[in-house]
């Protein structure tokens, strides 16, 4: 196991920059996931790290060691690819073997670890199956056996989940965890899905466009946003967004001429802002703001109800049942310390 | 009523629907087929019709040197021609296969000999292997390396050397073509894999590209084999089966004996005598195509 430490990574395809200096810390043992829209610059960060990618702009250290020259196999990673990448003339025991086999390692020990990550995995009875000849889901875990049984320093995932379906998808996440629980490996997870990187990470690396725009715990993430993009990236239903003005005395005054309390202290007065409230944070209240609904959707849990307010499309989660009718009037209302204030132009946060 | 009925019947319609591919599949396959395995029993010669004389043909043949040397020629004509056309098409393929300057345009290049006529191409050959005129040695003598012109086409050795390598020039695009398509059905990701798997170039190509390209590599080697052991265009220009028959193939032959020569019945017989040879190369490719288990089966 070892630490991933990147700090100033750069690269252009052609003219095109993908990646505009991102600087992350991995620590030893940690399950990090980087997130981020599609395109946005993830695998290549990945694919960097793996070395099959060039880094000419930065500096990618795994331990001690300054890998940027060093050749894929030299760098002690294993990768599991979004399409699991199998070699498809191959059993599966050959698939999980091959590293090991062509490191001219002993048949006795190879033969050892490959029934140790079958057992782990679940695959023993398929040990003699063509990648053909398995599911969606058998694939995927031969994918990660052939990971697990090179034992290296890091583990890197590029959105392994992807072609699984829905069911599938929760079931391995948790698998995915349980392992990392059990091996302890510096894992490195990419993926689109932010309830995957809420659901599974240590920490979270959310990307936009070739940037960084926040490091953090899970609960850090959504309780406290850095930026605009992170707030309305991060949670689902997505948070709502209203804009307004700040006035006198730690209010904002939001288009229709409502106010909703802010706790902030660092506004100037006059300032155009955005005030982002999660949905759950919302109250029903009678001297809240009035509202309009749109539609209603008990999942039994809660209820989850759209609205217009101010002309902005607004959601609501409530743990109550509600008699609630499109059309009808509902008048909302959201604690101080839970309406976060961003800066209008900037999308900054204003603590 | 009734007959929708039977129409609706699947089997029914699919011979339907088949009728008309196997009509044609009779009347210009098997039946210029039939005729000239018929032929081959009879003692036709050109304007008489022959009568039925069993194997007598097949058994003047057995004993006819000329005819085994052409059974000879064929096979070392098709056995060093097709290694070498898989060696160079191999290596062409995966060349073409990199990512090279002016992609498109190398392969158009490569494709060149494909697509001229066999006949033209030949006779440029025939212009090659000239020997007052041609272009190798004159350039040879002029590098200093020979001293007289090489007589390429007019003793049996060179002259097999010299009708192979045109048949090697002209099968090389096909080959690396096919197998360039199927080079390109190969995720890239395996290749990746496979380097964190921790291989160099020569395993990803002994342990990938290989096993995965065998099945195409089959096919096109059958067909380049069957094109081979068929050949008779580039022959019969470059040499029409001399020196001292060495380069006759039985393709030639047969058609020397019955054509010019006038022998219907055993040219016929020299041509039917290919068709268990043939067969066999068919047999053996269809065999090896059928052992790979890890193409088939499964749920995608
Ligand atoms: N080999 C490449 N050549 C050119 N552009 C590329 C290449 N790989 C990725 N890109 C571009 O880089 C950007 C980031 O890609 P990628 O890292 O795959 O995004 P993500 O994994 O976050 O969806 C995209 O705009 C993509 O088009
Ligand atoms: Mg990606």
Same mark, same amino acid.
């Given at each position: 196991?070892?630490?991933?430490?990147?700090?100033?990574?750069?690269?252009?395809?052609?003219?095109?920059?993908?990646?505009?200096?991102?600087?992350?810390?991995?620590?030893?043992?940690?399950?990090?996931?980087?997130?981020?829209?599609?395109?946005?610059?993830?695998?290549?960060?990945?694919?960097?790290?793996?070395?099959?990618?060039?880094?000419?702009?930065?500096?990618?250290?795994?331990?001690?060691?300054?890998?940027?020259?060093?050749?894929?196999?030299?760098?002690?990673?294993?990768?599991?690819?979004?399409?699991?990448?199998?070699?498809?003339?191959?059993?599966?025991?050959?698939?999980?073997?091959?590293?090991?086999?062509?490191?001219?390692?002993?048949?006795?020990?190879?033969?050892?670890?490959?029934?140790?990550?079958?057992?782990?995995?679940?695959?023993?009875?398929?040990?003699?199956?063509?990648?053909?000849?398995?599911?969606?889901?058998?694939?995927?875990?031969?994918?990660?056996?052939?990971?697990?049984?090179?034992?290296?320093?890091?583990?890197?995932?590029?959105?392994?989940?992807?072609?699984?379906?829905?069911?599938?998808?929760?079931?391995?996440?948790?698998?995915?965890?349980?392992?990392?629980?059990?091996?302890?490996?510096?894992?490195?997870?990419?993926?689109?899905?932010?309830?995957?990187?809420?659901?599974? /990470?240590?920490?979270? +690396? $959310?990307?936009?466009? #070739?940037?960084?725009? @926040? !490091?953090?715990?899970? *609960?850090?993430?959504? &309780?406290?946003?850095?930026?605009?993009?992170?707030?309305?990236?991060?949670?689902?239903?997505?948070?709502?967004?209203?804009?307004?003005?700040?006035?006198?005395?730690?209010?904002?005054?939001?288009?229709?001429?409502?106010?909703?309390?802010?706790?902030?202290?660092?506004?100037?007065?006059?300032?155009?802002?955005?005030?982002?409230?999660?949905?759950?944070?919302?109250?029903?209240?009678?001297?809240?703001?009035? /509202?309009?609904?749109? +539609? $209603?959707?008990?999942? #039994?849990?809660?209820? @989850? !109800?759209?609205?217009? *307010?101010?002309?902005? &499309?607004?959601?609501?989660?409530?743990?109550?049942?509600?008699?609630?009718?499109?059309?009808?009037?509902?008048?909302?209302?959201?604690?101080?310390?839970?309406?976060?204030?961003?800066?209008?132009?900037?999308?900054?946060?204003?603590? | 009523?009734?007959?929708?009925?039977?129409?609706?019947?699947?089997?029914?319609?699919?011979?339907?629907?088949?009728?008309?591919?196997?009509?044609?599949?009779?009347?210009?396959?098997?039946?210029?087929?039939?005729?000239?395995?018929?032929?081959?029993?009879?003692?036709?010669?050109?304007?008489?019709?022959?009568?039925?004389?069993?194997?007598?043909?097949?058994?003047?043949?057995?004993?006819?040197?000329?005819?085994?040397?052409?059974?000879?020629?064929?096979?070392?004509?098709?056995?060093?021609?097709?290694?070498?056309?898989?060696?160079?098409?191999?290596?062409?393929?995966?060349?073409?296969?990199?990512?090279?300057?002016?992609?498109?345009?190398?392969?158009?290049?490569?494709?060149?000999?494909?697509?001229?006529?066999?006949?033209?191409?030949?006779?440029?050959?025939?212009?090659?292997?000239?020997?007052?005129?041609?272009?190798?040695?004159?350039?040879?003598?002029?590098?200093?390396?020979?001293?007289?012109?090489?007589?390429?086409?007019?003793?049996?050795?060179?002259?097999?050397?010299?009708?192979?390598?045109?048949?090697?020039?002209?099968?090389?695009?096909?080959?690396?073509?096919?197998?360039?398509?199927?080079?390109?059905?190969?995720?890239?990701?395996?290749?990746?894999?496979?380097?964190?798997?921790?291989?160099?170039?020569?395993?990803?190509?002994?342990?990938?590209?290989?096993?995965?390209?065998?099945?195409?590599?089959?096919?096109?080697?059958?067909?380049?084999?069957?094109?081979?052991?068929?050949?008779?265009?580039?022959?019969?220009?470059?040499?029409?089966?001399?020196?001292?028959?060495?380069?006759?193939?039985?393709?030639?032959?047969?058609?020397?004996?019955?054509?010019?020569?006038?022998?219907?019945?055993?040219?016929?017989?020299?041509?039917?005598?290919?068709?268990?040879?043939?067969?066999?190369?068919?047999?053996?490719?269809?065999?090896?195509?059928?052992?790979?288990?890890?193409?088939?089966?499964?749920?995608?």
């Amino acid at each position: 196991m070892a630490s991933v430490t990147l700090s100033g990574i750069r690269k252009s395809f052609g003219a095109t920059p993908v990646l505009h200096g991102v600087d992350v810390q991995i620590d030893d043992g940690e399950f990090v996931v980087l997130v981020g829209p599609s395109g946005c610059g993830k695998s290549t960060l990945l694919r960097m790290i793996a070395g099959l990618e060039e880094t000419l702009d930065g500096e990618i250290r795994i331990g001690d060691r300054v890998v940027n020259r060093v050749p894929p196999k030299a760098r002690d990673i294993a990768m599991v690819f979004q399409n699991y990448a199998l070699y498809p003339h191959m059993t599966v025991r050959a698939n999980m073997a091959f590293s090991m086999r062509l490191a001219g390692r002993a048949a006795a020990e190879i033969d050892a670890r490959v029934n140790d990550a079958a057992r782990i995995l679940g695959l023993d009875d398929y040990l003699d199956r063509f990648p053909r000849q398995l599911s969606g889901g058998q694939r995927q875990r031969v994918a990660m056996g052939r990971a697990i049984v090179r034992d290296p320093q890091v583990f890197l995932f590029d959105e392994p989940l992807s072609n699984l379906d829905a069911k599938l998808r929760v079931q391995m996440r948790t698998e995915i965890r349980a392992l990392h629980q059990r091996l302890r490996t510096t894992s490195i997870y990419v993926t689109h899905d932010q309830i995957e990187a809420m659901t599974m /990470a240590d920490k979270i +690396v $959310v990307m936009n466009a #070739g940037r960084v725009e @926040q !490091i953090g715990a899970p *609960l850090v993430l959504y &309780d406290d946003p850095a930026n605009l993009f992170v707030a309305g990236f991060i949670g689902s239903p997505a948070m709502n967004f209203l804009p307004g003005r700040l006035a006198e005395g730690g209010a904002v005054v939001l288009d229709n001429g409502g106010r909703i309390g802010v706790a902030s202290t660092a506004a100037k007065p006059g300032q155009a802002v955005t005030v982002g409230v999660r949905p759950e944070s919302l109250e029903i209240a009678a001297d809240g703001l009035l /509202a309009e609904i749109v +539609v $209603v959707e008990p999942t #039994g849990a809660d209820t @989850q !109800i759209y609205c217009t *307010l101010a002309g902005r &499309d607004v959601n609501v989660v409530s743990r109550e049942r509600h008699g609630f009718a499109p059309g009808q009037g509902i008048r909302l209302r959201v604690a101080p310390h839970k309406a976060l204030l961003f800066d209008a132009d900037s999308g900054a946060r204003i603590r | 009523m009734k007959a929708a009925g039977v129409l609706d019947n699947r089997n029914v319609l699919g011979l339907l629907f088949l009728l008309p591919a196997a009509a044609l599949l009779l009347v210009f396959l098997t039946y210029p087929l039939g005729l000239g395995v018929w032929l081959g029993f009879t003692d036709a010669k050109i304007g008489r019709d022959g009568i039925w004389i069993g194997l007598e043909n097949y058994e003047f043949l057995w004993g006819d040197p000329v005819f085994r040397l052409s059974v000879f020629n064929t096979f070392f004509y098709t056995l060093i021609a097709s290694v070498f056309k898989f060696g160079l098409g191999l290596w062409l393929a995966l060349l073409l296969n990199e990512h090279l300057p002016f992609k498109g345009f190398i392969r158009a290049i490569v494709l060149l000999p494909f697509i001229v006529p066999t006949v033209l191409s030949a006779i440029a050959f025939w212009w090659i292997y000239d020997t007052q005129f041609s272009i190798v040695s004159w350039l040879l003598t002029r590098m200093g390396w020979i001293h007289s012109n090489i007589n390429f086409l007019g003793s049996p050795n060179p002259a097999r050397v010299s009708t192979i390598v045109a048949n090697v020039w002209r099968g090389v695009p096909f080959v690396a073509i096919c197998l360039l398509a199927g080079l390109q059905t190969i995720a890239p990701s395996l290749y990746e894999a496979a380097a964190i798997d921790g291989a160099t170039g020569w395993q990803r190509f002994r342990h990938i590209t290989l096993p995965l390209l065998s099945p195409i590599i089959a096919v096109v080697m059958t067909f380049s084999v069957l094109f081979t052991f068929t050949d008779f265009q580039l022959i019969w220009v470059l040499t029409r089966g001399g020196p001292i028959n060495a380069t006759h193939l039985m393709a030639t032959l047969s058609y020397q004996r019955a054509i010019p020569g006038g022998a219907l019945g055993e040219g016929a017989a020299i041509a039917t005598s290919m068709i268990p040879f043939l067969l066999a190369a068919i047999l053996f490719s269809y065999f090896g195509l059928q052992r790979r288990k890890w193409q088939q089966g499964g749920r995608d």
